[in-house]
């Protein structure tokens, strides 16, 4: 940017362009903030309780605005038309569009950390990040699906085939029980990027750890998660993780 730019006055289109898309960044990450600091002050539930009356005012709010400026209409309230009247194959191919880069921005905030402050770091942040994430994803999935509060296993089968992981992996399910299940992921895109690359398997136990119980326990308090196995762990050829999750009786 020139240094004699002291105003909107005089910004160029084009980059008035770039900022109209600063001020999107802006808002996202101000909302995000906000959910970070109610969730530190207080419980997780009383945060998502708070996230769910918040994100329905502000999508109201911020919907009405933009199709009034961008000129598209509301389909209904909460669904812009362009989307509602989107076919069927390219509303799949956005899905499979956004989760890629759900995934992609997952793996650059893990790298930016990395390369400045070393792996140690950046595996913690990861995880961290995970104990917020999962049960928000959790959450987001069951109030889509309106979900009772304690769905049980077969609720949990559900939910896992809502997350953004399930429309860019392959996952199966197997020695399904009435009190437990076992879940593979059989096609990773991350592991497979690697092997590609001739590379070993990401070591993602860690975060697994804490992906799968806090995603299971907050889809129902009652389950229980048991690896058998993720990568650094040996496995076959048909999966990279399984996990176990169950109902004690």
């Not at 898309?21 to 600091?37: A, D, K, P, Q, S």
């Not at 109201?60 to 362009?82: C, H, T, V, W, Y």
């Not at 191919?93 to 650059?108: C, F, M, P, Q, Y």
Request: aromatic share 14%.
């Amino acid at each position: 940017m020139p240094d004699n730019i002291d105003s909107l006055e005089d910004l160029a289109n084009e980059d008035l362009a770039r900022y109209t898309l600063n001020l999107f960044h802006r808002i996202v990450m101000h909302y995000g903030f906000w959910f970070n600091e109610v969730h530190h002050q207080l419980r997780t539930d009383m945060a998502l309780d708070v996230l769910e009356d918040a994100s329905s005012k502000s999508f109201n709010i911020q919907m009405k605005r933009l199709s009034k400026i961008l000129g598209f209409e509301m389909a209904a309230q909460d669904l812009p038309a362009p989307l509602a009247s989107m076919s069927r194959e390219k509303l799949m191919e956005l899905i499979n569009t956004l989760s890629v880069n759900w995934l992609a921005n997952d793996g650059v905030w893990f790298q930016s950390v990395e390369f400045k402050h070393g792996m140690y770091d950046a595996k913690r942040c990861n995880d961290s990040c995970w104990t917020r994430f999962s049960p928000f994803e959790a959450w987001s999935i069951k109030n889509f699906l309106n979900m009772p509060k304690r769905p049980g296993l077969e609720g949990l089968k559900k939910a896992l085939g809502f997350r953004l992981y399930a429309n860019i992996n392959k996952q199966s399910f197997s020695e399904e029980k009435p009190d437990s299940f076992v879940f593979q992921m059989n096609e990773c895109r991350v592991q497979w990027a690697r092997k590609r690359k001739g590379l070993e398997d990401y070591p993602c136990k860690s975060v697994g750890l804490v992906e799968y119980p806090y995603f299971a326990r907050s889809v129902d308090d009652r389950i229980k998660t048991e690896c058998i196995g993720c990568p650094p762990d040996p496995h076959p050829e048909e999966w990279y993780c399984a996990w176990r999750f169950y109902i004690e009786e």
